[in-house]
Structures are given as C-alpha cells and as structure tokens.
C-alpha cells in the first residue's frame, strides 16, 4: 500500500508536467468529483435553511462553487455588471460551450434566478439533486408539447414569484468557434411573462480547452453581458424577430470578445 502511494506521489505529478492529454482527463474527472462532493454538501444546508425545493438555495450553490475556478486555472473577466441591476423578473440567455459554463454562470448569477435545464441533469447524483433544491426547471427536449408547457408554467411562475430564469438557446453544448441556431422557447418565455431579455455572452473557450485535442490549460474567460432587451407589448408574432435580434447582438460580441478559433476546431456556419 506504501510502494502504491509512493508510485502515485511520484507518477502523478510526472504526468501533470508532461502529459496535456493526462492534464486533460484529470482536471475533468477532478471537476466533476469535487462539484458532486459539493453537492453532497450542500444538500443538507439547503434543506436545514429552505426546507427543501426553493430558489433561495441557489445562493447557497452560488457560494459554494464560486472557488472552483481556482484549483482548474481559470479567471474571469466580467463587463457590463450594470445591465443586470434590473428589478423584477427577466430571463438571461447565454452560448454554451461545456459543463464549464456553470462556474461563469455562478460568477455573475443574480438572486433569485435559476435555468432552465434538460431533464436528464435530475438524475445526475448529489449535482441533480442539488439542482432540484435550487428550483431548476426541468424539461424534456425530446417532447416539444412538454416543453411548451413547461415553459409556459415558467412564465407564470416568472411573473407571480418575481424570479428569474437563465436559458442556453442554442440547446445544447457548442464548441465550434460560432454560435448554432437559437431555439425559440427563451423568446416565448420572456414574451409571455413580458419580462426583458439579458444576453451573456462567454468568449471561446478554445483558446485553453480543447475536447478534440484533449487540451485543458488554464485561461481567461470573458463575460460581456450585453443591455437589456424590451419585450413589453410583444406578441408570439415578434418571437422570430426577436430571437434574430439577439442572436445577431450575442454573436457580434461573441466575436469581438474571442479569440481566432484554432484550425481544427474551425467555425461553423448559422443554417
């Protein structure tokens, strides 16, 4: 047991020196233990305070993992705080990149908000259990009916509790060097509630974290939150336009904030 721990002592740090590929697979299996293990934790605070489902306990979350960055190598640099000093309800919309995107949502998170997320992420361990108590709204992707209602029982929920809800329009995680397609149930959201829209947009990450490649150095990742967007007096009849609207606001900062995506990871094209 001695001779395994002392290999371990020795091989480890060896790997973390020469080997980006093993750099990669440690810092992500490290990122997911320790977010669970911070899960497990709190759990049982946001029971004993909340006593039980209740977005307060996302200040809770918020504070528990807002160190994480640190032991991964990342900073954050934030603009445009200002535009998040709105009262009432609103709905923010940002790009996803990957699981990482968590950490910069904990950067910037105001009180009283929560996502929007698939239904998969309940039955993630101590992470979905933890997501449940912070009042995440859960939706299936594959059913639209489902999320249709689902949404709409979240604009209700908007107006009547005064929260508010961050949305990742594109559905689903991206690393391509450009924003995909905005799916449109955000827009009818904050139509419906008539609640203004707040673009974030994070920079790519490509610059140090490559799945592909299998790169995960440490980096800089900036986080431009973009004005406030009106929705008041709004039908489902502006919803097509105002998702080209902010999809055309979120991309140009998008790639005036990020660095020339790398050859492999290449841009795709909006279809």
Request: glycine share 6%; proline share 4%.
């Amino acid at each position: 047991m001695d001779a395994l721990l002392l290999v371990l002592l020795l091989v480890v740090p060896a790997l973390l020196w020469t080997s980006s590929t093993f750099v990669f697979y440690f810092k992500k299996c490290f990122y997911v233990a320790y977010m669970m293990l911070l899960a497990m934790i709190a759990i049982p605070i946001c029971i004993l305070k909340s006593g039980g489902r209740d977005i307060e306990n996302m200040r809770i979350i918020r504070f528990l993992v807002r160190h994480v960055k640190y032991f991964l190598g990342l900073r954050f640099e934030v603009s445009g705080w200002e535009h998040l000093q709105t009262e009432g309800p609103y709905v923010i919309i940002s790009n996803h990149q990957s699981s990482l995107d968590v950490l910069g949502m904990m950067e910037v998170l105001p009180d009283r908000c929560s996502m929007i997320a698939k239904k998969e992420l309940i039955y993630a361990g101590t992470v979905g259990m933890v997501c449940w108590l912070g009042g995440i709204v859960f939706i299936n992707r594959k059913k639209t009916s489902d999320a249709k209602s689902v949404m709409a029982d979240a604009a209700k929920t908007m107006l009547e509790e005064k929260i508010r809800l961050w949305v990742f329009p594109e559905g689903t995680r991206n690393q391509k060097g450009d924003l995909l397609t905005f799916k449109k149930g955000a827009f009818h959201l904050a139509v419906q509630a008539q609640a203004p829209i707040i673009p974030i947009v994070f920079s790519s990450y490509s610059n140090f974290y490559l799945r592909k490649e299998k790169e995960f150095k440490s980096g800089t990742i900036t986080l431009k939150i973009l004005p406030k967007i009106e929705t008041k007096g709004l039908t489902s009849d502006d919803v097509s336009a105002l998702t080209d609207q902010s999809y055309a606001l979120m991309r140009s900062a998008f790639l005036d904030i990020s660095g020339p995506a790398p050859q492999s990871n290449g841009p795709s094209s909006r279809h």
